[in-house]
C-alpha cells in the first residue's frame, strides 16, 4: 500500500515538474486573463455563455492542478513553509466562490488575481517580486528622509508664499502637496514664475527641492532596488549551479558504476579461468603464473581509472 502511495507520488512529483506541464499551466493564466478581460466589453449572449463555461473550466484546472502540486509535495508543512504556495491556495479558494447573486463583484475581483499566478509560475519574476519586498525596508528609510524634506520645505513654502497663494500654500499640509506636483512636475513652472514675480530669486527653493527629490532620492530608490536585485540573482544563479552540480555528480556516480560493474566481472572471469587451468594441470600455481595474473589485475585496475578519468 505505501509502496502504491509513493509510486503515485513520485507521478504527480514529475508532472509538477516538468516543462509541458508548467507551461500549460502558463497558458491557462494567460487565457484566465484574456477572459476577465473580456468581460468587460459587450459581447453577443452565446460568447457571454461561452466565457462563463471557460471560466468554470479554469477554475477546476487551477483546483485540480494546486492538488498536485499539494499531493506531490513532501507533505503539509513542507508545502506552507513555501509563501507562493500559500498565495496560490488562497488565490485558488477565491475563485471557488460562485460568480453569482449578490456575491457575483467580490468573485470577479478575485478572479483578476488569478493573474497575479503568472508571477508564482516564472522564476524570474518571482525573483523581482522579492527582490522588492526585501528592499522595502530600504525605501522605508528613503521615504521617511523624503517626508523629512518636504516637510522642511513645505514649512518653509507656506511662511514665505501663503500671501501670494493662500490656495497653493496656505498651510503645510497644503504646500507639501504643491511641492508633490512640482515634484511630478506637473506644470510646476507655473507655480515657480508665480511666486518669481514677488521673490525674484526663489527659483532656487524650487530648483533645490527638484534636485533632492527628483534625482537624489529617485536614485536612492532606485540603487536600493538594485542592490537587492543583484543579491536575489546571484542567489538564484548559486541555486541552480548546486542543482545542476548535484545532478552532475549523481551522473558520474552512475557512469562510474557502468564502467566499473564490467571491469570487476572481467577480473573475477580472469582469476576463475586461471583457477581452472592450474586445476585442471594438477600441479601448484608457479611463480611466473602468479606474476602474469597479477600484471593482468594491475592492467584492468588502470584501464578502470583511465576510464573513471574520463566520465569525470
Known sequence: MLANVSGIQDKLKLIDNSKAFQGFVIFVIIVSALSIGAHTYHLPIWMEKSLVVLDIGITVFFAIEIVIRFLASDGPKKFFSNGWNIFDTLIVIGSLIPAGGAGILIARLLRIF????????????????????KAIPRMGYIALLMFVIFYIYGAIGSMLFAHINDFLWGDVSVAMLTLFRVSTFESWTSVMYETMAVYPLSWIYYLSFIFLTAFVFLNMMVGAVLDVMTQETQAMRQEKEEIA?????????AEAAKVSEPLDERTDRLVAEHACQIAEAEKPASAADVAELKQQIAELKGLLVQRAQRVG
Open 114 to 133: 488569478r493573474v497575479l499566478r503568472l508571477v508564482s509560475m516564472i522564476p524570474e519574476l518571482r525573483m523581482l517580486v522579492n527582490a522588492l519586498l
Open 245 to 253: 552540480d548535484a545532478g552532475g555528480d549523481a551522473v558520474y556516480e
